[in-house]
Nanobody, 124 residues
Framework: QVQLEESGGGVVRAGGSLRLSCTAS????????AGWFRQAPGKEREFVAG????????YLSNSAKGRFTISRDSAKNSVYLQMNSLKPEDTAVYYC?????????????????WGQGTQVTVSS
C-alpha cells in the first residue's frame, strides 16, 4: 500500500502563489498516474490536475488552466502542484492522489490512493 503526504499549504493573499508537494512511500508511486483534487467547505470534491505515469501528459480543470501546473519527479517519488494567481475561490483542502492505471483523470474513483490533504486559504 502507498502512503501519500502533502505539504506546502497555507494562507496567501489573492494573486499570490503556492507550491504543493506530495511525497509517496510504499509501493512504487511512479508506476501509476497521479493528480490533485480539492474540496471546499460545503462543496463536493473536485478534480484539479492529473499527470501521466511518465509525466509527459498532464490535464487541468478549466478553473486551473493558465494558473496551475502539475509536475512529478520520479527520483523523489513526488508530484507537485504549482499554483499562481490564486483566487479566494481556490480556498479548499487539496488532496494528492495516486494509483491511477486508466485514462480517466478527473474521477475520484480512478485513484485508490489518497493523502490526508493540506489546507489552502486565499484571502481577498
Amino acid at each position: 500500500q502507498v502512503q501519500l503526504e502533502e505539504s506546502g499549504g497555507g494562507v496567501v493573499r489573492a494573486g499570490g502563489s503556492l507550491r504543493l508537494s506530495c511525497t509517496a512511500s510504499g509501493r512504487t508511486f511512479n508506476q501509476y498516474g497521479a493528480g490533485w483534487f480539492r474540496q471546499a467547505p460545503g462543496k463536493e470534491r473536485e478534480f484539479v490536475a492529473g499527470i501521466s505515469t511518465s509525466g509527459r501528459s498532464s490535464y487541468l480543470s478549466n478553473s486551473a488552466k493558465g494558473r496551475f501546473t502539475i509536475s512529478r519527479d520520479s527520483a523523489k517519488n513526488s508530484v507537485y502542484l504549482q499554483m499562481n494567481s490564486l483566487k479566494p475561490e481556490d480556498t479548499a483542502v487539496y488532496y494528492c492522489v495516486g494509483g491511477r492505471s486508466g485514462s480517466t483523470y478527473s474521477k475520484p474513483t480512478s485513484y485508490p490512493d489518497w493523502g490526508q490533504g493540506t489546507q489552502v486559504t486565499v484571502s481577498s
